[in-house]
């Protein structure tokens, strides 16, 4: 995959998880972060569950749902 649509990607996926959490982002730089360390995330956990996703759109859902998770973890982590 190009390294300019997997960010694409992470971006997009990153700002999704924001909005779905109702948090205020991260910013650009950090909301890209998320995204990207989301879709491992999101690929690892589909790939684990044996749900298979194919085309841009299945990659963005993988991984704004990885970054979903991750953004619940690290806002899990700051509680404590």
Known sequence: MNIFIF????????????VITKG????LVGDLV??????FVGGFV???LGIGA???LGEILV?????VLLL?????VKRV
Do not use: E, H, K
């Not at 205020?24 to 910013?27: E, L």
């Not at 619940?72 to 899990?76: H, K, Q, T, V």
């Open 7 to 18: 960010l694409l990607i992470g971006l997009v996926a990153g700002w999704l998880a924001g």
């Open 24 to 27: 205020r982002g991260f910013g």
């Open 34 to 39: 998320v995204g990207v360390v989301g879709a």
């Open 46 to 48: 589909f790939r684990f």
């Open 54 to 56: 194919g085309g841009v």
């Open 63 to 67: 991984a704004t749902a990885g970054a």
């Open 72 to 76: 619940f973890l690290i806002r899990l």
